[in-house]
């Protein structure tokens, strides 16, 4: 195994920030627009309520609010930033970069800027790239962000997708790490082999936006949950195993786990294996839901708060996702945080209630789905179709078929079968 941070200078996290929209959405609010209850949710998942974004919050708000926190937390000015990262899937356009929109809004003048994409594991990944500038002694001071608001790709009337992700931004100032502290191991796994199971297909060069993408709802996330379970159980162990051994220690030396926050059954049966009592792992999940790139950060940022996290400490971070991705670090933590800080927007407080957006969107999705439906019916049987009905969309390889990927016969269809409700 190569070592990640280069023989060079030690690198450390001196602080940490985070932030979450004020919107909470429970799982009876998702009963009311999905065929799901409750108990169905929070067995499965773990998952109580999640956050989302107002209409008009963009992924660089969240990140510029926890940004910010992060920089206080360490006692640097913007101005003395020297790279900013921003990890997500749900940047607020393809280009620029958030990571640039961020450099503006912070006013990190002196700063380079990059978004980085390996969505779930995006914190870790940004983490291992943004420690070796500092390791080769080029930079001093990185800002790492995992940011997102996936509440902007999914289609609320996917029942298999809706009730699992959230909103929600984290950051880390990465700084050269005094003796004795700081990242001590990193590891990071790719597999696109498995690419078609947590995708959003169109919106880029293959399926650029158009009026057909936007009606076959192929913007939206796609998962198969079954397989994703199966990956994430098998290549958390590996990552941090993989992490705990170029650090030299093994799972009796972490003090707290920090698992990406994806399903509690997947956080339970990880540290089962790793055979860490649950007082050591964090667990977040049941009031934010997966927010992919920033449910790490956003972990780190609470158990700062509740002073889980202490000087001294051994903390195992650990990632999956989409790509598919996965990642591990081994910190040994600089600092204790004096006091709670909030993860609210500024003047914030919690919001109850469903989100009439989103009520909006399921009723299209729903419709969406019905027409779809209906043409495929009308296709199978013509006799039966109603005078006048819209043409069969065309299939793989017809005139006017979208295009596929390379060697794949067939157009994109939802990654995890016909569930969709
Ligand atoms: O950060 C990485 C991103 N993703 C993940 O980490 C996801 C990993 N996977 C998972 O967390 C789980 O696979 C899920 C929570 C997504 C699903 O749990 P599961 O135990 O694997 O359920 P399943 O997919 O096997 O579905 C079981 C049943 C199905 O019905 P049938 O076919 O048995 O009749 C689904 O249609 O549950 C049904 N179902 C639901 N029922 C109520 C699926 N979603 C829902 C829902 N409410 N929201």
């Known amino acids: 195994m190569r070592p990640l941070v280069a023989a060079g200078r030690g690198v450390t996290i001196a602080g940490i920030g985070g932030c979450v929209p004020p919107s909470v959405v429970t799982n009876d609010d998702l009963a009311q627009v999905v065929e799901t209850d409750d108990e169905w949710i929070r067995t499965r998942t773990g998952i109580r309520e999640r956050r989302v974004a107002d209409p008009e919050t963009a992924t660089s708000d969240l990140a510029e609010v926890a940004a910010r926190r992060a920089l206080e937390e360490a006692g640097v000015r913007p101005d003395q ?69 996936l509440s902007k790709i999914l ?36 597999d696109g082999s498995g690419g078609d199971l ?49 650090a030299g220690l093994g799972f009796d030396d972490v003090d707290l786990y920090v698992p990406h926050q994806a399903n509690y059954r997947i956080i339970e049966s990880s540290a089962r294996r790793f055979d860490l009592p649950l007082e050591r792992v964090v667990v977040n999940i049941d009031r934010y839901g997966n927010t992919s790139a920033a449910s790490i950060p956003v972990a780190l940022d609470e158990a700062l708060s509740t002073g889980r996290i202490r000087a001294g400490q051994t903390v195992l971070l650990v990632a999956f996702g989409g790509g598919l991705t996965w990642g591990a670090a081994v910190v040994r933590w600089g ?66 078929a979208l295009p596929g990927p390379p060697g794949r016969g067939a157009p994109p269809r939802a990654a995890g079968g016909g569930d969709a409700r």
């Open 81 to 149: 930033v020297d790279l900013i990262i921003v990890a997500t899937v749900t940047p607020d356009m393809p280009f620029p970069s958030t990571a640039c929109l961020l450099q503006d809004r912070l006013g990190a003048v002196r700063a380079a800027g990059f978004d980085l994409e390996a969505a779930c594991s995006g914190f870790v990944y940004a983490l291992a790239a943004g420690a070796q500038f500092i390791a080769a002694g080029l930079y001093d001071t990185v800002l790492v962000v995992g940011a997102e608001t």
């Open 335 to 400: 600092y204790d945080r004096q006091a709670p800080r909030p993860l609210e927007m500024p003047g914030q407080r919690p919001r109850y209630g469903l989100p009439e957006w989103i009520r909006r969107q399921a009723a299209e999705g729903r419709a969406r789905r019905d027409g779809r439906a209906r043409l495929a019916a009308a296709a199978a049987d013509p006799a039966a179709s109603p005078a006048g009905a819209a043409p069969r969309p065309a299939g793989p390889g017809e005139p006017g």
């Open 198 to 246: 947590l995708k959003q297909p169109a919106g880029g060069s293959r399926l650029p936006p158009s009026a057909e993408t936007v009606a076959r709802g192929l913007h939206f996330v796609q998962m198969n949950g079954r397989e994703v379970f199966k990956f994430a159980v098998k290549t958390m162990g590996d990552a941090a195993q993989a992490a705990l051994a170029q």
């Open 155 to 190: 289609d609320w009337s996917d029942r298999r997708t809706c009730v699992l992700l959230g909103d929600g931004a984290g950051a880390a100032v990465l700084r050269p790490a005094p003796p004795g502290e700081g990242i001590l191991g990193l590891y990071l796994g790719a």
